[in-house]
């Protein structure tokens, strides 16, 4: 059984509602894999492994883990410190390329970029005004109304 904080989502409630009227006998395997969505055979193996782990065994095992590829707080937090101190005025692209020169500090530009827009320091691209396109009086227009005139 596994031994760690968990809370149940309320998919999960549910199969686990629908599953415990499984066990006691009020509906079939197939009503319960209708009702749930599911195959026959999966909903055995969830009965199989609720009554093995109990409703702990019910909850998707990653629940509580945090992925391998997730930026330390440590490096996170010394992004956003050089960026509200020391690089306030640069850019993304301008700011990885000094952390890589000179703070040793190797990080991607979507890294940096998630990193202070989480804490609020946003870094916004100058959008220029959109050039207005002007139509040109066509020439064989003109010519055709001078002729007329």
Request: glycine share 6%; net charge positive.
């Amino acid at each position: 059984m596994r031994e760690r904080a968990w809370a149940m989502s309320e998919s999960e409630q549910r199969t686990l509602g629908v599953i415990q009227r499984f066990r006691e006998g009020k509906i079939t395997r197939s009503q319960a894999a209708s009702l749930l969505g599911l195959s026959v055979r999966l909903v055995s193996r969830l009965r199989a492994k609720l009554q093995s782990e109990g409703p702990s065994g019910l909850v998707h095992g990653n629940v509580g883990s945090e992925p391998p590829n997730k930026t330390p707080k440590e490096v996170a937090r010394r992004i956003t410190d050089l960026a509200e101190r020391k690089y306030f005025d640069f850019n993304f692209v301008h700011m990885r390329e000094h952390f890589l020169s000179d703070e040793d500090l190797a990080a991607s530009y979507a890294t940096i970029r998630r990193c202070c827009l989480e804490v609020g320091i946003a870094k916004h691209r100058k959008r220029t005004s959109r050039r207005r396109r002007v139509n040109r009086t066509r020439m064989a227009d003109v010519i055709a109304h001078s002729r007329t005139v």
